[in-house]
């Protein structure tokens, strides 16, 4: 069986557009942001790609659907690129300029050259922004966090396939021209529609499950290598390890040592009746809230989706009980002075060495404890945790 061009171009529509639109309304469904909304905007700029060749195909607009249709197409990698960068919380100022600028050169060599040289007008503006965008989106997959998400390898090898594909079919293009057996043949616009294909179907999968590992809860957990997320906030296993280092530490001279627990309860709610973007500003309030209000000789980490936990120095159990209080009051206006206006449900619970001991697992355990007796109990927003609480 032999595929002409137009029946290939509508196949190519019809898979890229089920496999695009089903990622696009998930995205409006889940309320997403961050990096599942420029990926989503990849994948719309992918289907209006090819109803603008197949208008071109159909002999609809003369030639202006193939130069919008070579912007399109050029915007794809670009926010593949722009969505990733995103995911690594990466600056994204400079690179959105790149691709804007090349979406434009490739807008307007097509318009300037296709009355002379037919429907390969300003394909080789189109071609190497292609294979520079392709080749950045690769190499950001590489880059933490995302390398570490073997999900993610699948794109990596599929955006370097299409960039080493685009390359040599420039390089043929110049060489023997678009007319020649060897670019019609293996490189030609049969072979690059089933490319198109493929890129968008793995595209689509490996996005999708990448979306699912950056949830609200879990993204500050894995952002750098180092052990602290890029809000400053020390990971569980990290603040754990300190935290037990600074308690062995205060034994040995008897120094009084908090730890304290903020559990921040209803930051779910909030997601499912506001949206994700709700969520995240009123969870970074907090986070920040408890960073600033902590003081400078502390160390402040999470303690596990919903909570964070701070380790400072406290002299008496009074001073730690006011340092929960001081941790509390600064939550609060954080949260006052948030656009959002949505206050989550915070409670806070202390566990003070001299009452305790000094070893961290029954600490953490009491303050959380009484962080979450805090919650139910009314007026009691700081309680200090009893020793009877560790087990």
Do not use: K
Request: aromatic share 10%; glycine share 8%.
């Amino acid at each position: 069986m032999t595929l002409d061009l137009f029946t290939l171009t509508v196949t190519t529509a019809v898979v890229a557009s089920v496999a695009s639109m089903t990622y696009i309304i998930e995205t409006i469904l889940r309320r997403d942001t961050g990096p599942g909304r420029l990926w989503a905007v990849a994948f719309l700029c992918g289907v209006l790609t090819t109803f603008a060749y197949i208008a071109w195909s159909a002999g609809i607009g003369n030639m202006v659907p193939v130069a919008i249709g070579n912007a399109l197409f050029v915007l794809v990698p670009g926010f593949m690129w722009l969505g990733s960068r995103r995911f690594n919380d990466r600056p994204s100022f400079l690179a959105s300029v790149v691709v804007g600028v090349l979406a434009l050169a490739t807008l307007v060599a097509a318009l300037l050259e296709t009355p002379t040289r037919g429907s390969w007008g300003g394909w080789p503006v189109m071609a190497v922004s292609l294979v520079a965008l392709f080749t950045a989106g690769a190499i950001e997959i590489l880059r933490a966090p995302l390398r570490r998400l073997r999900t993610s390898w699948a794109l990596t090898a599929v955006l370097v396939f299409v960039a080493l594909f685009y390359a040599v079919r420039v390089v043929l293009f110049w060489t023997f021209g678009p007319d020649s057996a060897l670019f019609s043949t293996w490189f030609g616009s049969i072979t690059a529609n089933f490319v198109t294909m493929t890129l968008t179907v793995v595209a689509a999968i490996v996005t999708s499950v990448l979306r699912s590992h950056r949830t609200a809860e879990s993204r500050y957990a894995w952002l750098t290598e180092g052990g602290v997320a890029a809000d400053g906030v020390m990971r569980a296993r990290t603040f754990a390890d300190a935290a037990a280092d600074i308690l062995a530490r205060a034994s040995w001279r008897a120094d009084g040592v908090a730890i304290i627990v903020i559990h921040i309860d209803g930051v779910a709610e909030i997601r499912r009746a506001f949206g994700a973007e709700v969520a995240d500003a009123v969870a970074h309030s907090c986070r920040q809230a408890v960073r600033r209000y902590a003081p400078a000789s502390a160390i402040v980490g999470e303690d596990a989706d919903t909570e964070l936990a701070v380790c400072a120095p406290a002299p008496t159990a009074a001073d730690a009980r006011r340092l929960g209080a001081t941790i509390y009051r600064g939550c609060m206006e954080e949260l006052s002075a948030a656009e959002s206006g949505l206050f989550p449900v915070v409670g806070v619970g202390v566990a003070f060495t001299e009452d305790i001991g000094y070893e961290f697992a029954p600490l953490q355990r009491v303050a959380l404890a009484a962080a979450r007796r805090a919650i139910e109990t009314p007026g009691s927003s700081v309680l200090l945790g009893a020793p009877t609480s560790a087990s």
